[in-house]
T-cell receptor, first 110, second 112 residues
Framework: RKEVEQDPGPFNVPEGATVAFNCTYSNSASQSFFWYRQDCRKEPKLLMSVYSSGNEDGRFTAQLNRASQYISLLIRDSKLSDSATYLCVVNNDGGFKTIFGAGTRLFVKA | NAGVMQNPRHLVRRRGQEARLRCSPMKGHSHVYWYRQLPEEGLKFMVYLQKENIIDESGMPKERFSAEFPKEGPSILRIQQVVRGDSAAYFC??????????FGPGTRLTVL
């Protein structure tokens, strides 16, 4: 089992749709969690951190379920510019080990 | 406040040559990470360094690859005797510790 697993993609959605990505992690002692976004041929960029209480930033909502060891990202009212690969990231070992998921590609179409 | 800087952005080498990739972390960051990304694939962790120390090199190939982060100057990822399979994007990231990482723009290595 991979340490961090993401939904296989790609997701193809129309503009305005709501789309949800899930990510599971295997190490129950994992401490911090993030979602990154990577555009084609560019570097990954931090989208948001994920907190136990859940957090929201505009159209984006991140949730963490420690009991089930999964993280989710919800994007509401999708825009064309949301098209990208979304990476789930988990920190273990007191932050000394960072593991990236393989990413889920999203295509938002007009 | 400059972000993570990498140079060169593009590097072309012939098989057998050496490639040196440089990374300057964000100001105030002392943790540096190197990743490799092959076309149409995900990021693969290579090595994690702090100043003058290699913390985790579990993702580094056993031969030809080395990394350093000296007390002064940028972190260097060195690939000796490059082969075609080394062609990839190499990303560097930095952090201030147990927090989120910030990435540089990457170096695209092409081996002819």
């Amino acid at each position: 089992r991979k340490e961090v697993e993401q939904d296989p993609g790609p997701f193809n959605v129309p503009e305005g749709a709501t789309v949800a990505f899930n990510c599971t992690y295997s190490n129950s002692a994992s401490q911090s969690f993030f979602w990154y976004r990577q555009d084609c041929r560019k570097e990954p960029k931090l989208l948001m951190s994920v907190y136990s209480s859940g957090n929201e930033d505009g159209r984006f909502t991140a949730q963490l379920n420690r009991a089930s060891q999964y993280i989710s990202l919800l994007i509401r009212d999708s825009k064309l510019s949301d098209s990208a690969t979304y990476l789930c990231v988990v920190n273990n070992d007191g932050g000394f080990k960072t593991i990236f998921g393989a990413g889920t590609r999203l295509f938002v179409k007009a | 406040n400059a972000g993570v800087m990498q140079n060169p952005r593009h590097l072309v080498r012939r098989r057998g040559q050496e490639a040196r990739l440089r990374c300057s972390p964000m100001k105030g960051h002392s943790h540096v990470y190197w990743y490799r990304q092959l076309p149409e694939e995900g990021l693969k962790f290579m090595v994690y360094l702090q100043k003058e120390n290699i913390i985790d090199e579990s993702g580094m190939p056993k031969e030809r690859f080395s990394a350093e982060f000296p007390k002064e100057g940028p972190s260097i990822l060195r690939i000796q005797q490059v082969v075609r399979g080394d062609s990839a994007a190499y990303f560097c990231a930095s952090s201030s510790g147990q927090l989120e990482q910030f990435f540089g723009p990457g170096t695209r290595l092409t081996v002819l």
